[in-house]
């Protein structure tokens, strides 16, 4: 089974010099490319002179996430992607589990290994963790992190797993199933993008796996950290046109109101802790949810499935009944 390992940068020639030769060492069954989203810095000079086996796409912008790996996969053939960020270390035999997954499982598309946290590596990390899921009001979460808490690995998620979700930041797909469901939504640019393509895959009955046998760490931030306010933006906005998109027809009013409601609370709790552009940055998404309304409203898929429940509420089992941790809720 042929595995491409792609790797999407934008200005990040540090990110590759750090981690790409770990990508190199741990892959050998795999073609690297290197998808490049117009970067201004030295990045694809350094990819050409210190590493000429790697494949280069150019793109001729700076298209986020979605529409930057949708371009880039278009000049990729091998049946399986690895999505891999530039800031993820990789570990030995890191792919063998998920290829004997995919070579078993005929029904499984779309795979995640663990992902533990780069600067702490004895804990999982925030953008994945050990497998993605949605609660009754399509907030995501992970086993290893719930909100903010992250749990120390201690094997809990050395188990492989059918999920909800898979995490962008090491996301494997069959290419077949990618190229069915168009990909990701360009319109996201970046942030939840993988979960939506989830919820697409799982109401057109493809499975997601979680992989504890294959390992990787992960920086995050390193884009984006989590207190710049466009990160903020990205996340409420993307959040409204995911279940928008994705919801079945008699969940869709009454949760996109509650959903309004907490993203309320959300925002005067940003006042309260003296942060006025985060406020400001969620009444900006909610802005953009009206104005794109009727857009989003067509690209409602035609089947929707009810069964994707993980919990009732992990808002309130996380802040009223103090259920920190996977285990809790």
Request: one cysteine or more.
């Amino acid at each position: 089974m042929k595995v491409a390992v792609v790797i999407l940068n934008w200005n990040g020639v540090k990110l590759l010099e750090q981690f790409l030769p770990s990508v190199i060492k741990y892959s050998p069954q795999a073609t690297i490319y290197v998808a490049d989203n117009a970067s201004s810095d030295t990045s694809v000079d350094y990819v050409k002179n210190h590493f000429p086996q790697i494949k280069i796409i150019q793109n001729k912008g700076n298209f986020g996430f979605a529409k930057g790996y949708n371009e880039a996969l278009q000049f990729v053939e091998e049946e399986i992607y690895a999505l891999v960020n530039s800031d993820i270390e990789v570990t030995e035999n890191w792919l063998g589990p998920i290829i004997s997954l995919f070579e078993t499982e005929s029904e499984t598309a779309i795979i995640q290994p663990k992902i533990l946290d780069f600067k702490n590596k004895e804990c999982f990390e925030y953008a994945g963790a050990g497998g993605g899921f949605i609660d009754k009001y399509a907030f995501p979460f992970c086993r290893g992190r719930v909100f903010d808490t992250l749990e120390k690995d201690n094997g809990q998620y050395n188990d492989t797993i059918p999920i909800f979700w898979a995490s962008g930041a090491c996301f494997f797909i069959r290419k077949d199933v990618f190229r069915s469901l168009n990909g990701f939504d360009p319109d996201f640019f970046a942030h939840q993008e993988e979960i939506d393509l989830c919820w697409r895959a799982f109401n057109n009955n493809h499975f997601i796996k979680y992989c504890g046998k294959s390992t990787v760490y992960h920086v995050g931030g390193a884009t984006l950290d989590t207190g710049n306010p466009k990160k903020t933006f990205l996340n409420f906005r993307n959040s409204l046109w995911m279940i928008l998109k994705n919801l079945p027809s008699g969940k869709l009013i009454p949760i996109i109101l509650i959903r309004m409601i907490f993203d309320g609370i959300a925002g005067t709790r940003f006042l309260m802790q003296g942060k006025p552009k985060h406020f400001f940055a969620v009444l900006q998404s909610h802005f953009y949810f009206y104005l794109y309304l009727p857009k989003f409203l067509k690209k409602r898929s035609l089947f929707q499935k009810e069964k994707y429940y993980k919990i009732n509420s992990v808002v309130y089992r996380y802040f009223v009944k103090n259920g920190k941790i996977f285990a809790d809720l």
